[in-house]
């Protein structure tokens, strides 16, 4: 095996190897247009792709595809080869700057919310320069933004992008207030620490409910669950380790920095987190992670679960977006600084961020919403559905500090001045405790927890930018204008605490008391599903913001909406027929000949001796006979709530009967058939219980 450092990366189009293989003068010219967004000369495209076609051909690839990030979730590519024909009757490979810089995939099944009527099925796909090309398999990827003919933005990649451009924009506004006038841009980064759960593949594949929907419709409490917190950093067992090694090695191949890995509270649950790095690359990354994670799987025999709720009754799994921004000079605006006035500038960043949350508690909740994280979020699991934010006993003291002008405890001063005194240093592992905070500081980050583990990490990312742009906005806009910089500096923190420290929460944001005092006491938004939630985006708040800073259209936030609803609501609804369909199918005939063994056993017994009892075998028959017939209710009943959708009318209708439905119906149908499952000989139940699937992996 070879050393890390010489394969990492080596299935990427990368720095070193644009340097190797490309003229000084087109070297600089992409440079130029990766790191400052400058416009791509087409005579620069040609000799880029020609390169990148070169290497890529040298390393075994046979095709070319345009990678994006369409709004199903997943990511999308149609293969190209590269052959052309040579006037002898062989093949010439060819690829050219046209064809780096625009695709048009015809992209008519893909969801676009009414922003493109399938009859103009034509979308295009524009190369993101700054992501770089990687090879998969037998193909040359290059990721891609798509569009609408009309230039809509039909994917995650591009409003991304706009983002990180608004937040770019108000940052540098900021920091030449602040007299950083050589910084070029401010980046957000992000590293994502995703879950997931391994189980093997036979079993796997033998329920349906796993296959058609990624988690579990039934199923018994195991006898074992998570209680005794013996699988969280527990030593990992040889199958899963093996699986980790070829995962890292393949990720890195891909130049991923995957860095750790761990077990996680339940069983069978694990995490892989990499090195932070630029947003966009981030999502682009954190997509091919999950990609690979389930790949590498499937070749050990295995299945990767990346359902936010795979199993009731243990963890879910989410995805920690941790998130800060940094100048191109390296500097991190969420650390404290060395001097009083760098201190100012951290505080007023931190503001930014505590304004942006609560202003727009619900963009953040809704870019987080799917069918599958609301059994996370809203359910009794940490983090809630409820927003706030944690930031640690020593900054909560310094901003209170602030806000009532009275002295700090932790220094000698008299008062907190801005601009005058040195904060005191944060120690990341004092801030670090909370774990149930949706949104919680930990020393020179944010870590945003609410999302799922499914989830592309775009959608928070956007909205999370998109919010601190705007803060930023609004105290640029005020400090631009300012006569006093230092004053109007320390009045606007001030207000800012005072307006917003409702949003701040540092205990335990799974307890049951937090919720009440968080939405009765503190008019917190607490929006538990998707369909609550989703609707705000079309808010005229939000409206307004969001277009401003041009990171959406009105119509793509329309569309957006809509087929956030729609995807909510196909979901649950395979869910529920895949029930139905288990439910008759599978489970009532088992039980049905369970009982019938039952009744045989019986019968055989008084045959031989009259006088005996049979209590066991007649009292077990009755309970079974009776869930049955409920199982046969619960199903039909689930069967109308679902047809009844056909009269919902729109999206949004048909979401509330989904939620107040459908949901609740199927969970009745599940507590008939799990008790069954408690009762019921094991030989004759049809598919892997929860025992068999958590602990199935040796
Ligand atoms: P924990 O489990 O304590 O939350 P991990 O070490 O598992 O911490 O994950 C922390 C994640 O945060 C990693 O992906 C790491 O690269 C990322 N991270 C560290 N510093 C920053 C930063 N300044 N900006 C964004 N992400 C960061
Ligand atoms: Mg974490």
């Known amino acids: 095996m070879k050393n890390v450092s010489e394969f990492f990366g080596c299935k990427v189009f990368d720095d070193r190897v644009m340097k190797a293989n490309l003229s000084a003068k087109v070297y600089q010219s992409l440079r130029k247009t990766i790191d400052e967004g400058a416009k791509l000369d087409i005579s620069v ?55 780096l810089i625009k695709g048009e995939p015809d992209a008519s099944s893909f969801p676009s919310g009414g922003l493109r009527a399938t009859f103009e099925a034509r979308g295009y796909t524009a190369w993101d320069p700054t992501s770089y090309a990687f090879i998969k398999g037998k193909t040359l990827c290059i990721p891609t933004a798509f569009c609408s003919y009309g230039g809509e933005a039909l994917d995650k990649k591009t409003p991304l992008l706009r983002s990180m451009e608004a937040l770019n924009k108000q940052a540098l506004r900021i920091l030449s207030l602040f007299g950083n006038e050589d910084v070029k841009c401010v980046r957000t980064s992000v590293g994502p620490e995703q879950e997931y759960f391994l ?22 409490k195991p006898p074992k669950g998570q209680e005794m917190d013996d699988h969280y950093f527990g030593v990992i067992k040889p199958r899963v380790a093996a699986y980790m090694e ?3 090695n393949e990720l890195w191949k891909l130049g991923i920095l995957a860095k750790t890995e761990h077990n996680e509270v339940a069983p069978a649950q694990h995490e892989l987190a990499p090195i932070y790095t630029t947003t966009n690359i981030a999502t682009d990354h954190n997509q091919l992670t999950m990609e690979i994670m389930q790949k590498v799987a499937a070749q050990h025999g295995l299945v990767c679960l990346l359902h936010e709720k795979p199993f009731a009754g243990v963890n879910g799994s989410g995805k920690h977006n941790n998130w800060s921004l940094a100048t191109d000079k390296g500097v991190n605006l969420l650390s404290p600084g060395e001097t009083p006035y760098e201190n100012a500038q951290f505080l007023l960043f931190l503001c930014a961020v505590i304004k942006a949350v609560d202003d727009y508690q619900d963009l953040l909740r809704l870019s987080v919403a799917t069918a599958g994280n609301d059994h996370r979020l809203g359910a009794n699991e940490a983090p809630p559905a409820v927003v706030s934010i944690f930031l640690g006993d020593e900054l909560n003291a310094v901003l209170q500090a602030i806000e009532t002008d009275t002295p700090y405890a932790g220094t000698e001063k008299t008062q907190m001045k801005l601009g005058v005194d040195v904060l005191p240093k944060f120690n990341r592992d004092t801030t670090d405790r909370n774990r149930t905070s949706p949104f919680a500081f930990t020393g020179n980050k944010f870590e945003f927890r609410m999302l799922g583990s499914s989830n592309s990490i775009a959608c928070a990312n956007i909205m999370l930018n998109s919010a601190v742009a705007e803060s930023l906005k609004i105290y640029a806009d005020r400090l631009e204008k300012a006569e006093n910089f230092e004053d109007a500096l320390q009045e606007m923190i001030r207000k800012t605490i005072k307006d917003h420290k409702h949003i701040i929460f540092n205990g335990n944001g799974y307890d049951d008391t937090w919720i009440k005092e968080a939405t009765e006491k503190r008019g917190l938004l607490n929006y538990r599903t998707t369909p609550d939630c989703m609707p705000c985006l079309l808010d005229e708040k939000n409206v307004k913001m969001l277009t401003a ?41 088992a039980v049905s000949a369970y009982v019938l063994e039952l009744a045989n056993t019986a019968a055989a017994k008084k ?17 079974l006979a009776r869930l049955e017939e409920q199982i046969a209710i619960k199903a039909d009943e689930l069967e109308e709530a679902v047809m009844k959708l056909q009269d919902a009318g729109d999206i949004e209708a048909e979401s509330y009967m989904i939620r107040d439905g459908v949901l609740s119906k199927m969970g009745e149908l599940r507590v008939a058939c799990d008790e069954a499952e408690t009762m019921t000989a094991k030989k004759y139940w049809p598919f892997p219980t929860y025992g068999d699937l958590l602990f199935g992996v040796k």
């Open 45 to 99: 495209a040609n000799a880029v792709a020609a390169a990148m076609k070169d290497w890529a051909v040298a390393n075994g690839a046979t095709h070319y595809t345009h990678w994006f990030q369409p709004l199903t979730g997943v990511t999308a590519e149609k293969h190209d080869s590269f052959i052309s024909p040579s006037p002898d009757g062989g093949v010439i490979m060819e690829f050219s700057g046209k064809e």
């Open 199 to 220: 189980i093997t593949k036979e079993m796997y594949e033998r329920r349906r409910d796993l296959r058609f929907t990624g988690r579990t419709l039934f199923g018994a």
């Open 246 to 248: 070829e995962l890292n």
């Open 549 to 589: 800073h041009k990171v959406f259209s009105k119509a793509e936030l329309k569309s957006r909406c809509e087929i956030m609803l729609e995807n909510y609501c196909k979901t649950v609804l395979i869910e529920a027929n895949t029930m139905i369909d288990m439910a008759k199918t599978e489970i009532a005939p």
């Open 607 to 623: 045959a031989v001796d009259a006088s005996v009892s049979c209590n066991y075998e007649t009292g077990l028959l009755k309970k």
